[in-house]
């Protein structure tokens, strides 16, 4: 192998190789020297469901809000003045929850004096 060629291996490998494993030596030690996480795949699994099929078949009609809040564990997110044809802005004592999942599934329930009118889910296993 001549000069010319060998020059040329020794070139390329470092202009490709060596400025990679720099930066990823880089990337460590200022992960190290700054205190940041590097997190695995066990880390970035899923979030347990907020809602689940199962709780929103658990829930009756005429249930009060902390009722419902006890079949799911958690308060939801108020979203409102109901949009049920049986009530209007008007009714200051209607009101909606949602509950919504990490993939987007969700359960939605009105709520008039303290008592469940409605709900429905989209997509709860």
Not at 15 to 36: D, K, Q, R, T
């Amino acid at each position: 192998m001549d000069k010319e060629k060998v020059l040329m291996i020794i070139g390329t490998f470092m202009v490709l190789v060596v400025p990679g494993v720099c930066g990823v030596a880089l990337v460590g030690v200022g992960s190290f020297v700054h205190g940041i996480e590097v997190q695995s795949p066990e880390d970035l699994a899923p979030a347990p469901p907020i809602v689940t099929l199962a709780e929103f078949e658990r829930i009756e009609p005429d249930m009060s809000y902390e009722e419902v809040v006890d079949v799911i564990g958690d308060p939801g997110v108020e979203i409102g003045p109901s949009s049920a044809p049986e009530t209007t802005t008007a009714d200051a004592d209607t009101v909606s929850y949602v509950w919504q999942n990490d993939d987007a599934s969700n359960m939605t329930a009105t709520f008039k004096n303290d008592r469940l009118l409605e709900r429905s889910q989209l997509y709860l296993e």
